[in-house]
């Protein structure tokens, strides 16, 4: 049996689109009548293993969509607003340019999109997040840096996701720039700082993509 996918249209076998055909002639006489008078179709061994076949090879190809259906982490983006007075422009940035000398480039923010892979909608999404560094020190013999305990702990929650959907969610609860000034007295100064972002999960629910985490180098400008 050969099966020939092109692009989203499955070509059948032969023999199986006849069997997915309403009966005709003498097949009719399969078919019981109710009420209406609409007859029902009975459907044959070929329609039955079709369907067998069909739901297996989803199941093959997408099990993450029947295993793991509910809401996910997709990606973390971290943005940065030059500007001093709102409404800011951000921007995606892939370093921190600051050094220990240097003001701060502007606002910083996370954008975290999370979707919901399920049929139906989800209330009460609670997201936490964890802000750590890692720090180098600024006098004395060069040496490579240390990833300490999370300096800021915060939450979010959603409180309606839609069935399908995807939603952005935008982080701004943080102050970084206390702490990279405290960091500093104390004779240190970040490398890069990293977010690992959790949802909390439901009874039953896996943890496969509710967890994710994402770094952010800090050099001088």
Same mark, same amino acid.
């Given at each position: 049996?050969?099966?020939?996918? !092109? =692009?989203?249209?499955?070509?059948?076998?032969?023999?199986?689109?006849?069997?997915?055909?309403? %009966?005709?002639? @003498?097949?009719?006489?399969?078919?019981? #009548?109710?009420?209406?008078?609409? /007859?029902?179709?009975?459907?044959? @061994?070929?329609?039955?293993?079709?369907?067998?076949?069909?739901?297996?090879? +989803?199941?093959?190809?997408?099990?993450?969509?029947?295993?793991?259906?509910?809401?996910?982490?997709? #990606?973390?983006?971290?943005?940065?607003?030059?500007?001093?007075?709102? @409404?800011?422009?951000?921007?995606?940035?892939?370093?921190?340019?600051? =050094?220990? +000398?240097?003001?701060?480039?502007?606002?910083?923010?996370?954008?975290?999109?999370?979707?919901?892979t +399920?049929?139906?909608?989800?209330?009460?999404?609670?997201?936490?997040?964890?802000?750590?560094a890692?720090? %180098?020190?600024?006098?004395?013999?060069?040496?490579?840096?240390?990833?300490?305990?999370?300096f800021?702990?915060?939450?979010?929650?959603?409180?309606?996701?839609? %069935?399908?959907?995807?939603?952005?969610?935008?982080?701004?609860?943080?102050?970084?720039? !206390?702490?990279? #000034?405290?960091? #500093?007295?104390?004779?240190?100064?970040?490398?890069?700082?990293?977010?690992?972002?959790?949802?909390? /999960?439901?009874? =039953?629910?896996?943890?496969?993509?509710?967890?994710?985490?994402?770094?952010? /180098?800090?050099?001088?400008?």
């Open positions: 049996m050969i099966w020939k996918m !092109v =692009g989203p249209v499955m070509s059948l076998p032969s023999g199986v689109g006849s069997a997915l055909r309403p %009966a005709s002639g @003498p097949r009719r006489a399969a078919c019981d #009548k109710r009420g209406s008078g609409q /007859p029902r179709l009975v459907k044959s @061994p070929a329609t039955h293993r079709f369907l067998a076949f069909f739901f297996t090879l +989803s199941f093959i190809l997408y099990p993450s969509y029947f295993l793991f259906a509910g809401v996910s982490l997709q #990606k973390v983006e971290w943005q940065v607003g030059a500007s001093r007075k709102p @409404p800011r422009q951000f921007s995606v940035i892939r370093e921190w340019k600051q =050094g220990p +000398s240097d003001k701060a480039p502007g606002k910083v923010r996370i954008v975290l999109s999370i979707v919901n +399920s049929s139906s909608a989800v209330e009460g999404v609670l997201v936490r997040y964890a802000l750590s890692k720090l %180098a020190p600024l006098r004395g013999e060069k040496s490579a840096g240390a990833w300490v305990v999370p800021w702990l915060e939450e979010s929650r959603v409180p309606w996701l839609a %069935a399908l959907q995807t939603k952005n969610i935008l982080l701004t609860r943080m102050d970084l720039q !206390v702490f990279f #000034k405290r960091m #500093k007295r104390l004779g240190y100064w970040p490398e890069a700082i990293k977010i690992q972002v959790m949802i909390e /999960p439901k009874m =039953g629910e896996s943890l496969q993509d509710h967890i994710l985490e994402s770094e952010l /180098p800090i050099v001088s400008p």
